[in-house]
């Protein structure tokens, strides 16, 4: 499931197991109540807290959520030196420096490598880094389900910005040619903002995935 939190809409996903009840819940930027309702609603308990990247909108909650449940923060350490700037990122999308508070995060417990296993229950999701959006954006990729959770690299329409710090055009293309179009046409894309969207839908009338193709 779902749900978009925080000022900014980030897509906030919950990876149940519907044997073992156990979840993975991805970029928890904000509205910890509203998560914690969704994982008491589906009786699941949180496991493992993933980060597809360091921006305010995906992380700054990732703490709570694990004081609250114990579940470890897995991220990218390349992302870091966003994290030592924190409190000035929602400046840049126009949000009063100290208006949001003071987020408190912290190093990841675990950054995994290209290509790793996380495993949750029967949840089985590759992580592939994908970065350009940031330097330690990473995508999830869960083939048993045909999903994708691809943060803010790829977007229904859509890419990720690159004008922020850490941000690179090249890289960005790079990644969504490289790691995210080869998957199979039918897989569902949750980006980290907007509606669901498919390789395939992209592939064919996004019109940055043209130049991202070539």
């Not at 994708?148 to 710090?165: N, S």
Request: a negative charge; charged letters at 20%; proline letters at 9%.
């Amino acid at each position: 499931m779902t749900l978009p939190v925080g000022l900014l809409g980030c897509n906030c996903t919950i990876l149940g197991d519907e044997t073992t009840r156990e979840a993975i819940v991805v970029d928890p930027g904000a509205d910890i109540p509203q998560i914690l309702s969704a994982l008491a609603k589906h009786q699941l308990t949180a496991r493992k807290i993933v980060i597809t990247h360091a921006h305010f909108d995906h992380i700054a909650s990732a703490q709570e959520l694990k004081q609250l449940t114990g579940a470890p923060i897995v991220y990218n350490k390349a992302d870091l030196p966003l994290v030592a700037i924190m409190a000035d990122q929602p400046t840049w999308v126009g949000i009063p420096k100290g208006a949001l508070g003071e987020p408190d995060v912290r190093p990841p417990d675990h950054s995994p490598a290209d290509e790793e296993h996380l495993v949750v229950g029967g949840i089985d999701a590759t992580v592939l880094h994908t970065p350009g959006h940031t330097e330690g954006s990473l995508s999830l990729w869960i083939p048993a389900e045909g999903l994708l959770l691809a943060g803010d690299t790829l977007f229904a329409g859509g890419v990720g910005r690159t004008d922020f710090p850490g941000g690179n055009t090249g890289k960005l293309l790079a990644s969504i040619k490289e790691r995210l179009l080869p998957l199979p046409g039918a897989t569902v894309v949750v980006p980290g903002h907007g509606p669901d969207t498919t390789i395939l839908e992209e592939r064919v009338s996004n019109p940055y995935v043209g130049e991202a193709a070539r």
